[in-house]
């Protein structure tokens, strides 16, 4: 089938299949993590506090991600993204077994995950070309949105399930078992760890590039006009859906975590708060430099 053709790459392949178990995970995140600010604290506040802090970095980080992978390798750049997130998720999975997983301790990881999608998925998007003939980058493009789909539904089922049978540290640990298969997809790709300044021109500084980024946008209507209807979408309908939801179903559901997994699997399209978790949660939502102008 054509949908599957760039499968026949076996580099694309394990891209592919550790993008999909990370996208699991993120949206397995997301609900284990929303259920425990709920258990928690019960506050909306803080929900919404969890959401913009790793929802800012993006936003801060996104050109300067882009201009930093087509600086860097981008398998480097991708496996220190999943080594350093799995940590975290380590450290916030040993916490809560513990008993000892505190709200700042959160927040400082969901600014830390913002930051690192940043730099992860400009990476991403400017290897697939780098793997996959141009002749296969339609089927290579598809099966990255499929990969994000797969995630939105599955990864909250998955995530209400593990909470229901092991408690929220044992979902926490999935999240990061995701990272962990991530890296260990990424490993095989080292070989094609060369710097995309390799074979390019003379160095520019990273503020003129940020600014042709910038540039290039803004002389791009069709660009501009998406980002600022995405932007708007997040705002007005991601950002309030993402609060909202887990006080809806503990407060006027009266529903369980089960309901909640279930809404969220049933409502892929606006659950796109993963941000709050890591990894390749939002890969339509940040492109990289190279992606865009090269």
């Given at each position: 089938m ?112 913002g ?23 339609p ?16 990864g ?20 990061a ?16 760890a ?36 995405s ?17 809806l ?45 090269d």
């Open positions: 054509t949908l599957f053709r760039a499968l026949n790459n076996r580099s694309f392949t394990l891209l592919w299949v550790g993008q999909t178990a990370s996208s699991i995970g993120d949206f397995l995140y997301e609900i284990v993590l929303a259920w425990w600010v709920l258990q928690q604290t019960g506050s909306a506040l803080i929900m919404g506090a969890v959401l913009t802090c790793a929802f800012v970095p993006i936003v801060l980080c996104s050109l300067l991600g882009g201009v930093v992978v087509d600086r860097l390798p981008r398998i480097h750049v991708m496996l220190v993204s999943d080594l350093l997130r799995g940590v975290i998720v380590s450290g916030i999975t040993i916490l809560a077994v513990q008993r000892s997983l505190q709200v700042w301790h959160v927040l400082v990881a969901s600014v830390v995950f930051t690192v999608e940043a730099f992860f998925r400009p990476a991403y998007t400017a290897l697939v070309p780098e793997l996959v003939a141009s002749e296969h980058l089927s290579a493009n598809a099966l990255t949105s499929l990969s994000l789909q797969i995630g939105r539904i599955a909250p089922a998955l995530g209400a399930t593990v909470i229901a049978l092991v408690g929220t540290s044992g979902a926490f640990a999935f999240n078992l995701s990272f962990v298969i991530s890296a260990a997809c990424l490993l095989p790709l080292l070989r094609h060369s710097s995309p300044r390799d074979t390019a021109g003379p160095t520019t500084s990273i503020l003129r590039d940020i600014r042709e980024g910038i540039e290039t946008v803004l002389q791009s209507p069709m660009l501009w006009i998406t980002i600022a209807i932007a708007l979408t997040n705002i007005t309908l991601a950002g309030p859906y993402s609060v909202a939801m887990p006080l179903v503990a407060n006027h559901l009266a529903g369980d975590v089960g309901t909640l997994g279930l809404l969220y699997a049933v409502f892929p399209s606006a659950t796109s708060w993963a941000a709050c978790g890591s990894g390749a949660s939002a890969p339509s939502g940040s492109v990289g430099a190279s992606s865009i102008w």
